[in-house]
């Protein structure tokens, strides 16, 4: 690994680009050139994952287009070179651009421990072909030689650093004179130092280093202990070693924990403790994660170097960061804290942003146990894949597929994909936030038209009920026409029959008064039949005395006998004809008040039937309101949905039929 820090994380895709690239695997006697071949691309880029969390993700635009741009691992993923016979570990780039790239002694000896690494892909042992040449025996062999380099770095000196574990095969035991820093002047490609760790009285019988960051202004150096689970703390100036947080649950593996990749159970690798370290850009914090652990971890530097604070004293400045959600191996940090990762279990390379968000940078089934990472002043995210868990002493199988490769990835291409793609994503959000505001507009137009068919409905059926009451009203109004009719005709009968009546009674009255002046005539008769006849009477008194006048006196009482009789008729007459005219005038009245009564009964009736006209012409006005009322209801809703024009003032011009 190097300690080159970038400008920015990359966030894009780079258009799909294989290089050439070859390896010159050199030997202690000769060096053998062949060249890359291009990269096999498996179709399917899904990520493997067993029984493994996946890592978390948001719902964000910017994860979104991470996650969108992940899946291209074909687009976004140059091989720099392939290896056939040796697993890649460290990697590391100068400020010049040179690639260095470290193969430790695991399952098999390596013909190269360090190389370096051309852009054709070729690569030549570095610094020498001697440093590469170590006969696996103990001693003064492996005091100038890398019996197994398993990381490297850069530093701010732009010096090559080189991590020795000093442990082959990783777990057959440390070699005398093997574990050491290996510090290479790049200027010359000379070994400027070379720091030797005392594996007995500064490491444990257990002890594994894994990885490596140097501190060159306070000239200090932080080790992995991977097998003893602590953290190696070495002073340059003073060339000592203390072993900090021994056994400490951060630095410790968790109990039980098992992860496979490929599916393949990497065996005993879970027992493995702090594995991958970096530094913050400010060397204040050391971050670390063991392998056989999914937590990420910090420590202050400054707690680590205080020889007066014991373990439990630095063990309470241990701060826990969260899940990362897979194992990983190297740790990246880029000059804005971002922290990146190589995920072990889910074929990926990870970032973790300063407020602690993960997200996946790139992803692949190609991305077999991606082992370092470094990102290099071009901006190029470099990556070695070692497929570590498919050879001893993690599988018992022969499984791996070779060759192993060196890749890299571009930031600043990435990077401006990133952000052409959560501009895309953000478009596609608003796209769909405007497609489902026009669903719920367009469902709420659906539901006030309906509202409004229901309410047109209900207007509907009340007009037409009151349409049958306005039918029954008007057969009512039609009724009671007929009715004041036939009653105005009866009345005009009965007026006529009381007129009629009156005319009888006075054409009676006339009789009547006609036989009472006769009756008057009559009695004047009689009065002067009377008085005739006394003097009738007188007259035949004196016809007795006058015997002369007797005849004459007998005739006019015979005349006025007559006379009486005539005049008693007279009278009878006149009183019949009274009689008669006074029945007449009763029969004439009580006819006239029957008529007086069933004309104001056909009144009444009149009345009843106008108040029931006056009442259903109400009902009707009522029904005619609220039948409006649906109609601009109705009209409201259909312009809701398809507004029509808006005016200048600020209204909407409402369609009309």
Not at 277 to 288: A, F, G, P, V
Request: proline share 4%.
């Amino acid at each position: 690994m190097t300690s080159w820090k970038f400008d920015r994380v990359w966030r894009g895709t780079v258009t799909a680009g294989l290089l050439a690239a070859g390896l010159v695997l050199g030997g202690c006697s000769a060096t053998e050139s062949q060249q890359t071949d291009e990269m096999s691309l498996g179709s399917s880029k899904t990520i493997s994952q067993s029984a493994t969390k996946p890592v978390p993700a948001t719902a964000s635009p910017e994860a979104s287009a991470r996650s969108e741009i992940a899946r291209h691992f074909d687009k976004l993923v140059v091989k720099v070179a392939s290896f056939k016979d040796a697993q890649p570990s460290g990697v590391a780039v100068s400020e010049s651009g040179r690639v260095f790239v470290s193969f430790p002694y695991w399952s098999a000896k390596p013909e190269l421990g360090l190389a370096e690494v051309f852009p054709d892909g070729t690569t030549r042992p570095y610094p020498t072909v001697g440093w590469n040449c170590w006969d696996g025996q103990p001693g003064p062999s492996a005091l100038h030689t890398l019996v197994s380099a398993e990381a490297i770095a850069i530093d701010d000196l732009d010096y090559l650093w080189v991590l020795d574990s000093g442990n082959p095969q990783a777990g057959d035991g440390i070699v005398t004179a093997g574990p050491k820093l290996v510090r290479i002047d790049l200027t010359d490609n000379s070994i400027a130092q070379v720091f030797y760790l005392d594996h007995k009285r500064q490491l444990g019988p257990t002890s594994f280093l894994s990885d490596f960051r140097v501190d060159i202004e306070k000239r200090v150096a932080y080790l992995a202990d991977a097998g003893s689970g602590a953290i190696v703390v070495y002073d340059l100036s003073r060339r000592w070693a203390a072993s900090r947080l021994v056994g400490d649950p951060s630095t410790a593996p968790v109990p039980g924990t098992e992860f496979t990749a490929d599916a393949t159970r990497a065996a005993g690798a879970g027992r493995l403790g702090v594995w991958g370290l970096e530094l913050s850009n400010d060397r204040e914090w050391l971050y670390y994660q063991p392998l056989g652990s999914r937590e990420l971890y910090r420590v202050p530097t400054a707690a680590l170097l205080n020889t007066e604070l014991g373990d439990q004293e630095v063990k309470l400045q241990v701060e826990t960061l969260g899940n990362l959600g897979t194992a990983v191996d190297g740790l990246w940090f880029d000059t804005d804290e971002r922290l990146y990762a190589a995920g072990l279990e889910n074929h990926a390379i990870i970032v973790r942003e300063p407020h602690g968000q993960v997200e996946t940078v790139v992803a692949g089934p190609e991305l077999r146990w991606p082992d370092s990472l470094t990102i290099a002043a071009d901006g190029y995210l470099y990556f070695t894949t070692s497929m570590r868990h498919l050879s001893s002493p993690y599988s018992t199988q022969a499984t791996r597929h070779e060759p192993y490769a060196l890749m890299r990835v571009s930031v600043e291409k990435v990077q401006q994909a990133v952000k052409a793609a959560i501009r895309a994503e953000e478009a596609r959000e608003r796209a769909a936030e405007a497609r489902a505001s026009a669903e719920r507009k367009r469902r709420e137009a659906e539901l006030a038209r309906r509202a409004a068919d229901t309410q047109r409905q209900v207007a509907e059926q009340a007009a037409r009920k009151v349409e049958v009451q306005a039918e029954a009203v008007y057969e009512a109004h039609a009724l009671r026409s007929q009715a004041s009719q036939s009653v105005a005709t009866v009345a005009r009968h009965e007026r006529r029959a009381a007129e009629q009546a009156r005319f009888k009674v006075r054409e009676a009255e006339l009789r009547a008064t006609s036989a009472r002046e006769a009756t008057d005539v009559a009695e004047r008769l009689m009065r002067l039949a009377r008085a005739r006849a006394e003097e009738a009477l007188v007259l035949r008194d004196r016809a007795l005395a006058a015997q002369v006048d007797v005849e004459l006196a007998e005739a006019e009482v015979r005349a006025a006998q007559v006379a009486l009789k005539e005049a008693e008729l007279v009278f009878q007459e006149s009183e019949r004809q009274l009689g008669l005219a006074e029945r007449a005038l009763a029969a004439t009245g009580l006819q006239a008040l029957q008529t007086w009564a069933a004309a104001k009964k056909a009144d009444q009736t009149a009345d009843a039937v106008n108040e029931d006209l006056y009442s259903a012409q109400a009902a009707a006005e009522v029904a005619r309101r609220i039948a409006e009322q649906a109609t601009q209801q109705a009209v409201a809703a259909e312009f809701a949905e398809t507004p029509g024009v808006i005016q200048q003032t600020g209204t909407a011009s409402v369609p009309t039929d």
